[in-house]
Nanobody
Framework: QVQLVESGGGLVQPGGSLRLSCAAS????????MNWYRQVPGKERELVAT???????NYADSVKGRFTISSDNAKNTVYLQLNSLKLEDTAVYYC??????????????????WGQGTQVTVSS
């Protein structure tokens, strides 16, 4: 069973920092693309950051210079470092991935896999 598990959310004051983790479990060969989204109740899910297997990254304008996405391929884990947090960063953060797995001699590509989400609350 291939799954994504997020961790690291919590309550932080404005200006503070958090590090979110998204660990992929199962017979993972490669994380092809990993995205972090966030969602506030009543609003559409927003793409926050993306990292590809080659290491290229992209960020939403609202988080550029404050958030950093990185990966540890040996651990099949992607991180999102959140710095200089603002009240408007409060949301449930979800990781989303395209993966390549290997089992019984067969490579399989899994598309659009989602984690369960982790709550980030920025409040004074």
């Amino acid at each position: 069973q291939v799954q994504l598990v997020e961790s690291g959310g919590g309550l932080v004051q404005p200006g503070g920092s958090l590090r979110l983790s998204c660990a992929a479990s199962g017979r993972i060969v490669r994380i092809d693309v990993m995205n972090w989204y966030r969602q506030v109740p009543g609003k559409e899910r927003e793409l926050v950051a993306t990292i590809a297997s080659a290491g290229s990254t992209n960020y939403a304008d609202s988080v550029k210079g404050r958030f950093t996405i990185s990966s540890d391929n040996a651990k099949n884990t992607v991180y999102l470092q959140l710095n200089s947090l603002k009240l408007e960063d409060t949301a449930v953060y979800y990781c989303n991935a395209d993966l390549t797995t290997y089992s019984a001699g067969i490579f399989t590509q899994i598309r659009d896999l989602w984690g369960q989400g982790t709550q980030v609350t920025v409040s004074s």
